[in-house]
């Protein structure tokens, strides 16, 4: 009887215990639960990294951006800069060029003419030819090489225009033979006032040899030079006032003194019909004129045959 009193009175006192009094804590459960609040944690934290960090870093990434496309521009402009710069050399060089081959095909065109050599066509360009080959190098070593081979071009077109000029020189000697030679009168215009021969001293009456023929004319005309030549005295000297000769070659000089003005100097090169002074009355003279003479190996002969050439 007593142990049935004692179970009742159990059951009655689990019937009036609290509702969790059934529910139990272990350690899983536990580990469960603090699981749960990190996860909460997690998710806040990313959902505050994606609204206000991310942001940031997407607006330095496009400053990053921006300024690499910046300094992009800055290497593109001064690319640009560095290929105008050479496109004006290279156009210099090509306006060097053609000027120097200008001044050669004028050259070459004349001595083809004078020389009657049909074959050489100085107008047109000399044909040239061969297989397309590829250089296997970059653009801007292509650039170099081109600048140099222009510049070996130059010098190569220095080279053939002295050697067209030495035979420009060569093949028209006969034209400078020509020019050379001593022809006409040292005036334009005057008349002949004293021959080649003996005459009588105008300062003492004397019967004298004059060496030379007289121009005369008005102060101030010009005197020429009767042939082409290098001048080898311009100044005064004693009896002839002021004088100029002329060394023509081939043993031939003119003289032509008693000038009131010198228009050349020693070592000039006379072309024929150049003015090379000015009529005066210097030296030994009773008026403006010429006293005009020609010596052959240095000594005084008539001018007589040259000026009527």
Same mark, same amino acid.
Do not use: C
């Given at each position: ?14 019937? =009036? ?17 603090? $699981?749960?609040?990190?996860? *909460? /944690?997690? *998710?806040?934290?990313? !959902? ?7 942001? $940031?870093?997407? &607006?330095?990434?496009? &400053?990053?951006?921006?300024?690499? !496309? ?8 001064? *690319?640009?800069?560095? =290929? ?16 120097? +081959? ?6 070459? %065109? ?14 047109? !360009?000399?044909? /040239? ?11 801007? &070593? ?7 081979? +222009? ?19 060569? +093949? ?21 006032? &004293? ?12 019967? =004298? ?14 005197? +020429? ?35 009131? %003005? ?7 090169? #006379?072309?024929?019909?150049? /003015? ?5 009355? =210097? ?23 040259? #000026?009527?050439?």
């Amino acid at each position: 009887m007593s142990v049935t009193s004692n179970e009742s009175s159990n059951q009655a006192n689990s019937k =009036t215990s609290s509702p969790f009094s059934s529910i139990t804590i272990n350690s899983k459960t536990v580990l469960g639960f603090v $699981a749960f609040q990190f996860a *909460l /944690v997690g *998710l806040s934290a990313y !959902l505050t990294y994606d609204h206000y960090v991310s942001p $940031a870093l997407l &607006s330095n990434s496009i &400053s990053q951006k921006s300024e690499f !496309l910046s300094n992009q521009q800055t290497q593109v402009d001064s *690319l640009k800069q560095q =290929t105008s710069a050479q496109l004006q050399v290279l156009a210099q060089r090509m306006g060097t060029l053609t000027a120097r +081959m200008n001044r050669i095909d004028a050259l070459g %065109e004349r001595l083809a003419k004078t020389a009657d050599y049909n074959e050489f066509n100085f107008g047109q !360009l000399p044909a /040239v030819g061969g297989p397309e080959q590829y250089s296997g190098i970059s653009q801007s &070593s292509e650039l170099i090489a081109l600048l140099s081979q +222009m510049d070996a071009l130059v010098e190569h077109i220095d080279s053939q225009q002295a050697q067209l000029t030495l035979l420009e020189t060569v +093949m028209l000697n006969h034209e400078i033979h020509e020019d050379s030679l001593i022809a006409g009168r040292p005036i334009n215009k005057g008349w002949l006032s &004293s021959l080649y021969g003996m005459r009588n001293d105008p300062f003492n009456g004397k019967l =004298t040899m004059h060496k030379g023929v007289d121009f005369a004319g008005t102060d101030g005309d010009d005197v +020429m030079a009767t042939g082409a030549g290098v001048v080898t005295w311009s100044g005064r000297r004693y009896g002839y006032g002021l004088l100029v000769e002329i060394d023509h070659g081939a043993g031939l000089k003119t003289r032509y003194a008693h000038a009131k %003005e010198l228009k050349v100097n020693v070592g000039d090169v #006379i072309s024929k019909g150049e /003015v090379i002074a000015l009529m005066g009355n =210097t030296g030994r003279s009773t008026g403006a004129h010429v006293h005009y003479e020609v010596l052959n190996k240095d000594k005084q002969i008539n001018p007589r045959k040259y #000026i009527y050439r």
